[in-house]
C-alpha cells in the first residue's frame, strides 16, 4: 500500500504566522490528495481535495499544493481556531485510503 | 444539510462482532460513496472502507478478511460490521459522506467510541 509521510510531526507557531506542513507519498499519487483538520474531540474536518482545490466554506488563508509524491498545506495567517491536528489522506491506489501520521500545530 | 450519525453498543467483547450503523438525514443516501474510518485513542486515522449506493464495496486489505459493510437506503442507513474483534479494535468509529472525485470525506458524524474488553 502507499505510505504517507508528514512533516513535522509537530510544531509551534504564533498567530499571525505563516506556517507549512509537508507531505509525501512513497509512490506517485497524480494530485489525489485530501487535507483534513481535526479539533480534539471533533470530527475531522476536510479542508483542500484534489491537492489544491478549497473545500467549500472553508477560509481562503488555506491553501495547498503538489502533485506527484510531494504536497504541502500551507496557512498563510494563523487564528487561534487554526491550532489543530493535520492529516493528508491520498485516495490514488485501488487497494486502499490511507492517511498521513498527522501533525500537530500547538500554540507558541 | 447533510448529517450524519453512529449508533451502536459502546462495549464489545473479544471475538465477538462489532456492529454500527449510520444515519443520514438532510439528504438521499443515493448516488454517493458512504465511508467508515477509525481512530485509536490518541493516534491517527485508518480508514475502513466504503460502499457506493449501488451496494458495491472496497475495503482496506488491512481489514477485507473481517469487514462487511451494508446499506439500507430505505431507512438511509449504511452500517458496519467488524468480526473477531480484538483490544486493537478499540477506537472512536466515524462515518463519513464520500465524493467519487477524489474520495474525499466532506461530512462526517461526531463518531462513537467503542471498546473491546471483556
Known amino acids: 500500500d502507499i505510505q504517507m509521510t508528514q512533516s513535522p510531526s509537530s510544531l509551534s507557531a504564533s498567530v499571525g504566522d505563516r506556517v507549512t506542513i509537508t507531505c509525501r507519498a512513497s509512490?506517485?499519487?497524480?494530485?489525489?490528495l485530501n487535507w483534513y483538520k481535526q479539533k480534539l474531540g471533533k470530527a475531522p474536518r476536510l479542508l483542500i481535495y484534489?491537492?489544491?482545490s478549497l473545500q467549500s466554506g472553508v477560509p481562503s488563508r488555506f491553501s495547498g499544493s503538489g502533485s506527484g509524491t510531494d504536497f504541502t498545506l500551507t496557512i498563510s495567517s494563523l487564528q487561534p481556531e487554526d491550532f489543530a491536528t493535520y492529516y493528508c489522506?491520498?485516495?490514488?491506489?485501488?487497494?486502499?485510503?490511507?492517511f498521513g501520521q498527522g501533525t500537530r500545530l500547538e500554540i507558541k | 444539510q447533510v448529517q450524519l450519525q453512529e449508533s451502536g453498543p459502546g462495549l464489545v467483547k473479544p471475538s465477538e462482532t462489532l456492529s454500527l450503523t449510520c444515519t443520514v438525514s438532510?439528504?438521499?443516501?443515493?448516488?454517493?460513496?458512504w465511508s467508515w474510518i477509525r481512530q485509536p485513542p490518541g493516534k491517527g486515522l485508518e480508514w475502513i472502507g466504503y460502499?457506493?449506493?449501488?451496494?458495491?464495496?472496497n475495503y482496506s486489505p488491512s481489514l477485507k478478511s473481517r469487514v462487511t459493510i451494508s446499506l439500507d437506503t430505505s431507512k438511509n442507513q449504511f452500517s458496519l460490521k467488524l468480526s473477531s474483534v480484538t483490544a486493537a479494535d478499540t477506537a472512536m468509529y466515524y462515518c463519513?459522506?464520500?465524493?467519487?472525485?477524489?474520495?474525499?470525506?466532506?461530512?462526517w458524524g461526531q463518531g462513537t467510541l467503542v471498546t473491546v474488553s471483556s
Open positions: 509512490q506517485s499519487i497524480a494530485n489525489s
Open positions: 438532510g439528504g438521499s443516501i443515493g448516488t454517493y460513496y
Open positions: 460502499i457506493y449506493y449501488s451496494g458495491s464495496t
Open positions: 489522506q491520498q485516495t490514488y491506489s485501488s487497494l486502499g485510503i490511507t
Open positions: 484534489a491537492a489544491s
Open positions: 463519513a459522506r464520500t465524493i467519487s472525485g477524489y474520495c474525499q470525506f466532506d461530512y
